[in-house]
């Protein structure tokens, strides 16, 4: 059985920083390219970073460019957001998805076939 388990969500002030993980099971992990995704309140689901199966490649949403990291333990089966200078922007349900292909990244949901529930990240200001 499949599962995504996205944890290290939290309420922090802004400019400060929070690390996201998702730990991946049920499948290979190493295989699979790697996105997160977010969604605030009343807005649609908006891709954040992707990263390739091994790690070489990523893409990111212009905006996070420069304060956001995303980073792959395929040892641990883990993949880790690191989101600094946060903003109150970046206020959102934060999602980790995995897609099967192995050296490509994507910024388009429907090309991911797992997801997993979300953590909540919230930035006051």
């Known amino acids: 059985q499949v599962q995504l388990v996205e944890s290290g969500g939290g309420l922090v002030q802004a400019g400060g920083s929070l690390r996201l993980s998702c730990a991946a099971s049920g499948y290979s992990f190493s295989s699979y390219a790697m996105g997160w995704f977010r969604q605030a309140p009343g807005l649609e689901r908006e891709f954040v970073v992707a990263?390739?199966?091994?790690?070489?490649?990523?893409d990111y949403l212009e905006s996070v460019k420069g304060r956001f990291t995303v980073s792959r333990d395929n040892a641990k089966n883990t993949v880790y957001l690191q989101m600094s200078s946060l903003k109150q922007e970046d206020t959102a349900l934060y999602y980790c998805?995995?897609?099967?292909?192995?050296?490509?990244?994507?910024?388009?949901?429907?090309?991911?076939?797992?997801w997993g529930q979300g953590t909540q990240v919230t930035v006051s200001s």
């Open positions: 990263i390739s199966g091994s790690g070489r490649t990523t």
């Open positions: 998805a995995a897609r099967k292909i192995y050296d490509g990244v994507s910024k388009y949901a429907a090309d991911y076939f797992y």
